[in-house]
């Protein structure tokens, strides 16, 4: 262990070699969550001056479907070009797709714009896990990693202001272009800064996945159809489609010379699998908080969706505070807050199911707080197994994988709130009784996944026990 880090703390980041290094990955974690919040603030705006109301999910679709495909081939990228390359070309190819959406003069062209959008934001947030590996020594990955996690907080904050200022002004091109200047300002801030890193052959051109990334696509669109399914029967039918071509991608990766995941990716007999399986099913769990609660808060409690939005985002602050405080906690303790962290989610998801049909509104706050908590706790010791556990050859692979999982996660989750929302009755014209069955529901179905969640932390405890 590094004497120095561990007597130092948090100020052994505060080095001046490390500082710049720090802003360009904060920064690239940043400028992709917050445009989730910042686009569905204009989002009015941007219908009335060029359409397609009923394509409105479908920014967000486009978004995260290219953000889940961009992540999963992060690591055949870098290997091809070296993490710095990768990292900088995400963050002008994020430009190039905010540009489209500011130019857009149709809701086709603005959804065009997102989707390319995506693909550079899931390039910076999965590569940014990689150069946490590659430029930070191993005693300092939690913290970094917590910071990491504390953005996607900010975002919560910084999203809407940002939107909303233009918004205000009904310059919804204006939010675009703003946000397009950041990224070309990353991208040379971050070819500074970011250390280099060896790459392959330049002769040698990355062979594409086609098989892989068309099954992930196909699950993405799986999921995606189960927004807009009516029946039950068919909504589960998109769930299982989901699963299987997950499962099928996943089998044909194992075998693949260039994967996308580790080769022991959801293995019950490795640290790294383990941990894989962790992080997927707290996104799962995490999802329905930030999907369904503000909705319900609106609808059975009066609350008006900003103060139900910043309700919502007490968790995501709360995230923060945890993450930062654990960050420097013994390994010992580190994995008791992977069995402590998902538990706390559970239990905030029961207090959540039981407080919200009928309140009292008081009531709904500390399970809130409680969700965040838990995922703050553990998540960034989550990453770190991650990182730490993978096979020889594998690390950068590894690092990768944590965005593509945690983005996966959060798809599926939310096109199983959905199905439970939808088989509750909250689809039946939102009336007040529907509502309220999909209030307790929904988040009462979310409890397994995080005890399940917990349960393989303590299988995650036992393997490093051996290991050791």
Known sequence: ???????????????????????????????????????????????????????????????????????????????????????????????????????????????????????????????????????????????????????????????????????????????????????????????????????????????????????????????????????????????????????????????????????????????????????LLVSVAFNPLQLFVPVFLQRLHGFDPLAAGYTVATASMAWTVAAIAVAGLSDGWSERMIVIGPLAMGAGLLGIALAMPDGPVVALLPPIVLIGTGIGACWAFITRRIMNGARPGEEDIAASSVATVQQAGLALGAALAGLVANAAGFSVGLDPAGVARAAFWVPASFIAAAAVAGIMGARLSVLIKRAG
């Not at 870098?78 to 900088?88: H, V």
């Not at 504390?150 to 200022?165: A, D, H, M, T």
Request: hydrophobic share 60%; net charge positive.
């Open 1 to 279: 262990m590094d004497e120095d880090a561990a007597e130092v703390g948090w100020l052994a980041l505060l080095r001046a070699e490390w500082i710049p290094a720090l802003a360009a990955l904060l920064g690239g974690v940043l400028l992709h969550s917050m445009n989730v919040l910042l686009v569905a603030t204009v989002l009015p705006s941007i219908v009335d001056e060029v359409g397609g109301a009923a394509l409105m999910s479908w920014l967000t679709t486009a978004f995260l479907a290219a953000s889940i495909v961009a992540a999963s081939c992060t690591g055949p990228l870098i290997a091809f070009a070296g993490a710095k390359r990768i990292f900088c070309a995400g963050a002008l190819v994020f430009c190039a797709g905010t540009l489209l959406c500011a130019f857009a003069p149709t809701m086709y062209q603005v959804i065009a714009g997102r989707f390319v959008q995506g693909f550079g934001g899931g390039l910076l947030s999965a590569v940014a896990y990689v150069l946490v590996r590659n430029t930070f020594p191993e005693t300092l990955w939690t913290r970094v990693l917590a910071l990491l996690a504390g953005v996607w907080s900010i975002s919560v904050l910084v999203g809407p202001l940002v939107g909303g200022v233009f918004a205000r002004y009904d310059d919804w091109r204006g939010a675009f272009f703003t946000v397009a200047a950041l990224a070309g300002l990353l991208a040379v801030v971050a070819a500074r800064a970011l250390p280099r890193a060896p790459v392959g052959s330049s002769e040698a051109v990355p062979s594409i996945p086609g098989r892989r990334v068309a099954l992930i696509c196909l699950a993405i669109a799986a999921m995606s159809l189960t927004a807009i399914a009516r029946l039950p029967v068919a909504q589960g039918g998109l769930i299982a489609l989901t699963i299987a071509a997950l499962a099928v991608m996943l089998r044909l990766d194992r075998g693949a010379s260039v994967p996308l995941l580790p080769s022991d990716a959801f293995s019950l007999r490795s640290v790294s699998g383990v941990a894989l399986w962790i992080a």
